[in-house]
Structure formats: C-alpha cells, structure tokens
C-alpha cells in the first residue's frame, strides 16, 4: 500500500499538487493520501477529484478570489487584534474559502483514502478524521493558531494539524501503508529581532525536529526548496512552477524507486 | 551497563535537583563510574554546585533561591496562564534583543554564585545547550561558569549567548535512561491569540518529552501543586523523594 503524505505550509502546499502530477507522469497513483493543514486541502482535492490539474485549477482559482475579496488584513503576528482576540480571521472569514473548495462533499465521496490530521486542544494530540464532512474537516486542520479562529469537531477544539504531524507520514504507517512518500519542504528558520520572534524561532527549530523524526519512516521524499513566506498566497503559481521544476528532477529516481 | 540519568530544567524549580543527588549518593549510584548525569537549564547549576562544591552545595542553592527567582522571574510562576501573560507582554512591547545586556547579567550572576571551575569532557555530568545557529543540541565543557550562560538563556526574559539557548525550551529534557522530570504544563484555557500560539509551542515540546520517556527505562515525574513548592526545602524535598523512588523503579 503506498501512502502519500503531504506537509503543512499554507501556499508552500501548492508543491504538493507538483508531487502528485509525477505520481500521475509514472502512472502510479496513492493508495491513501494524508495531510495536515494546506497539505490536507492539496490532498483532498486530489482525493476527490484525481487529477493534479484539477487540483490546481480548483485551488488557485479559489485563492485568486479570496485574495481579491480580502487586501486590508494586516500581515500575521503583527497586528494588535492578536491581543484581544482569539485570532486574526473570524471563523466566518475563512469558512467560505473551504466551502467553496469541497461544497457539502463527504469523505464517504473520495475515489482515495484520505487521513485529514488536526490537533486536539484537549489532549494535546493529533486527530485523524476520516469520515464526514471534507470542510469541515480540512478547515480544522488549517487553523493555524492565533492566525484562523479554531474550529469544533466532535465537540472539541481544534487547531491546525501541522502543529504535532506536519508530515503525518506515523499516521499513514499506523493505516497500514508500507511505502510511504512524503512531500515536504526544505526548512526555513526564521531570523529573530525581537523576544516574540526569538519564541517564533524556537518554535519553527521543533517543527524541524519533528518533520525529521516523521522522515525517518518516509521511503521516499520530495523537497521543495520554497523561500515563501506561508502565507504570501499571491505568489502561488510561481511556488508551483518552481516545483513541477523540483519534481521533474526527481522524476527517474522516482519512478525507479515505485518500480522496485 | 552505563547509566545515563537525565534532568529537565525549563522551570527554576529544577534547582531543587540538590535533592536527588543527595539521594543517589545515599545509595552510592553517584560513585559508579559509568554514571552520566545529564542536565539543561537549571538543572545545570545544582549539578554543577553539588559536583564542585558538594559539602554547601545546598546551602548555597537554598541562599540562590530567592535571587534566583526575580532574576528568572519568567520561570518561577511555572504555569502556561502565567507564562501566556509573559508572552502577550512581549508581543504587545515588541521587546527588541539585546545581545550584549543578556549575555551581561547573566555573567555577573554565574560571577556571584557558581565556581571558577573547569568542566573536563570526561567529567560525569553533561551540560546541554542548543545551539540555535547550527540547530542542534550540544554537550558544552570547559569553564563552568562560561558553560552555564550558554545553558541558561530562555527566550521569554533572556537573548541567546553566542547563539545558544536553553535546551529544555526547546526539547524538555536531553535522552537517558533514567529521566527525572517537573510535570508543571497545567489545564491552560487559551483565550487570545497569542495563548494558541503558546499552546501550539509547548504542546511541541510536551512531544519531545513524550518521545524521551518512551524511550527512558524509567520516568520518575513531580507533580507541581500547591503552595509548598515555593520555597526551597520542599522542592528539594520533593526532589530528594523522587531519588528514592527512581531507584526503586530502577532496580
């Protein structure tokens, strides 16, 4: 069973549709597909659909038009709403965005097995949804905290899923997949001037430590070199040319590697 | 067989580890020669006291404490709603690093408080510090007190030295087969922004622990509650209970 496991990064995640047209230009195609944050949407998509090309007309079609809508927002972890409220975005702010992507599609819809992986604000765990609504599911698993107002499922809050799994390649493994490929980015550690980026820093080094702990079970991997802020979604067509680049490269040595 | 123990230290409180090396030495576990003691953060200034200075060791921590905790003043209410209003602090001052003034204070306290000694690479106790530049964890020898401003620098209330960080703000405790732990992560309610960020980067490090004491052959875990854990009797109390009960487990 080959698993595929796609990486959190808000428009990075746009690479995972470049990873999924050399599945396509090998002729292989995932038996289950997991993700975590934008990695969850890219890996849905494709679920639903089955076609990279689909995928991506769908979601930079759906960014173009939020981006459009929304252009007075302040950038992130600078704006002052941070310390009187839960979050940045309001739950009804970004909630059109995913139903627009997945409308009232359920999982019980998806041509490919799909692990949705989210974080519990209770247990501190990662949570594995793979039944119901896709919407709501992909929009917990995307609620990067203090940025998206986090959201409920089964009656508990949830936040973005790349916090404990961005590459939740354990879950794919835990599902019984026995080839796993992962597709991640190379790792970016922001530089600090202030006491609040220091913390930021810090963090982003664990994110590092767990993604490599993650690869260590992962078979096979695409790295993106992506030098994008995650959430300049603007930019999201060159992040995906520059990975069809990336992914191309690698393409023999996948296809070797599927083929074994 | 070697025997690797291993200490947290992201909360002040660890300076209460006096405690359980008195309680290994009781038993002689501190005479084996295959013992390591692995340290970060504040875990670091009793070891490094108790092996340099073992007969006042815990006079001179006890007469630290107080000091110690204005001086840490950001890890002495070990509490995520405490730390979480720290952190709103720091976002809504935008508080620049500084360097230099870190690096200043934190030599003048070392200066007062531990020795002018030498940490040998062979020594028995392993002092970690992450180096934020490279990215990685390191073991750090040569003058203790050069060492330990490496190994105490957390981000709420101090700047990195040299590019260096506490470990224990960043991984919790270093690996070994005996760990040794402060469990202070307590039900946090986030309410603004800022508290999600906090509870996405501890619940990280609550993973990284997780990970250590899967791995240890023994976990011995102290519960922060209640008013007694404010002075330093009883922390070393509790510690020196946590020794006992650690070779009991371990035997």
């Not at chain 1, 609504?133 to 998206?148: H, Q, R």
């Not at chain 1, 993106?224 to 690698?250: G, M």
């Not at chain 2, 905790?69 to 950001?74: C, L, Y």
Request: proline fraction near 4%; glycine fraction near 6%; include cysteine.
């Amino acid at each position: 069973m080959v698993g595929l496991a796609l990486q959190a990064g808000g428009v990075k995640g746009f690479s995972h549709i470049a990873t999924l047209k050399v599945f396509e230009e090998c002729n292989v195609e995932p038996d289950i597909i997991s993700g975590s944050s934008a990695g969850s949407i890219v890996g849905a998509l494709y679920a639903l659909h089955g076609s990279s090309e689909i995928v991506y007309k769908i979601f930079s079609e759906t960014v173009r038009k939020f981006l459009k809508k929304q252009s007075t927002k302040p950038e992130p972890i600078m704006n002052l709403e941070m310390v009187i409220k839960e979050a940045l975005y309001s739950l009804d702010e970004f909630y059109q965005f995913f139903k627009e992507l997945f409308g009232k599609k359920k999982f019980s819809e998806l041509k490919t097995k799909l692990l949705v992986v989210a974080f519990d604000i209770e247990t501190w765990k990662s949570f594995v949804i793979d039944e119901g609504y896709l919407v709501d599911a992909v929009l917990a698993s995307c609620t990067v905290p203090g940025v998206f107002e986090p959201t409920y499922i089964a009656g508990v809050r949830m936040l973005d899923g790349g916090i404990l799994s961005p590459v939740p390649t354990f879950e794919l493994k835990e599902y019984g997949a026995d080839t796993i490929v992962a597709s991640v980015f190379e790792e970016r550690i922001p530089p600090y001037t202030t006491h609040m980026e220091l913390m930021l820093t810090v963090d982003a080094v664990k994110e590092s430590y767990i993604v490599q702990n993650e690869l260590s079970v992962a078979d096979f991997t695409f790295i993106y070199p992506v030098n994008v802020s995650w959430s300049d979604f603007a930019k999201h067509e060159e992040v995906y040319r520059n990975a069809l680049i990336v992914a191309r490269r690698v393409k023999d040595e996948f296809e070797n590697f599927i083929r074994r | 067989m070697n025997l690797k123990i291993s200490l947290g230290g992201d909360i002040l409180h660890y300076l209460g580890a006096v405690g359980l090396l008195n309680a290994l030495s009781e038993n002689k576990v501190t005479e084996r020669d295959d013992l390591e003691i692995h340290c970060s953060g504040f875990s670091c200034i009793p070891l490094i006291l108790w092996t340099y200075q073992r007969n006042n060791a815990y006079n001179i921590l006890s007469s630290m404490w107080d000091e110690a905790s204005k001086f840490f003043k950001g890890s002495f209410k070990p509490s995520l709603s405490e730390i979480g209003k720290n952190f709103l602090l720091l976002y809504k001052m935008q508080k620049r690093i500084d360097l230099e003034l870190s690096k200043q204070k934190l030599s003048e306290f070392v200066e007062k408080w531990i020795p002018n000694v030498e940490i040998e690479e062979q020594s028995r106790i392993k002092i970690h510090a992450f180096n934020l530049e490279k990215r990685q964890d390191e073991i750090l020898y040569g003058n203790a007190r050069e060492v330990l401003i490496h190994a105490l620098p957390y981000p709420i209330d101090f700047a990195p030295v040299d590019g260096y960080i506490s470990s224990s703000w960043v991984f919790g405790i270093p690996e070994g087969d005996g760990i040794i732990y402060i469990d202070w992560y307590d039900p946090f309610e986030p309410r603004r922004a800022t508290d999600f960020l906090l509870m996405a980067t501890f619940a990280r490090t609550a993973s990284f622990i997780k990970l250590a004491t899967e791995k240890a052959k023994v976990t011995v875990t102290i519960r922060l509650s209640g008013s007694g854990f404010k002075d330093f009797r009883s922390i070393s109390n509790r510690f020196y209970l946590a020794g006992k009960e650690f070779l009991e487990k371990f035997h």
